[in-house]
Nanobody, 120 residues
Framework: QVQLVESGGGLVQAGGSLRLSCAGSGSTFSINAMGWYRQAPGKQHELVAS??????????DYADSVKGRFTISNDNAKNTVHLQMNSLKPEDTAVYYC???????????WGQGTQVTVSS
């Protein structure tokens, strides 16, 4: 089992920045990808950013809506993933969920979610 704990959400004005963090614990040796989804009221669940690791290489991917504004990074030694969010917009308001994916066990683990609110 893998446990994920998120932090860093909050309220910010449009144009501001927030940094989300997600720390994994437990059987993290099998995790090969982590990332963030978000869920806004009345909207579809959206994959915001993901980062996958293979050996010493990492590959990041982003939703078109956040490219150029958000940056995902990971610290494999600490089993932590971060999401730096800059130039925030009101439409970024959502609950952000961290996930971790194990291809070995074909399992996806989820954090509890953290609220991000961007005021106009």
């Amino acid at each position: 089992q893998v446990q994920l704990v998120e932090s860093g959400g909050g309220l910010v004005q449009a144009g501001g920045s927030l940094r989300l963090s997600c720390a994994g614990s437990g059987s993290t040796f099998s995790i090969n990808a982590m990332g963030w989804y978000r869920q806004a009221p009345g909207k579809q669940h959206e994959l915001v950013a993901s980062i996958s690791s293979g050996g010493s290489l990492s590959y990041a991917d982003y939703a078109d809506s956040v490219k150029g504004r958000f940056t995902i990074s990971n610290d494999n030694a600490k089993n932590t993933v971060h999401l730096q969010m800059n130039s925030l917009k009101p439409e970024d308001t959502a609950v952000y969920y961290c996930y971790a994916r194990s291809m070995i066990t074909d399992t996806t683990y989820w954090g509890q979610g953290t609220q991000v609110t961007v005021s106009s």
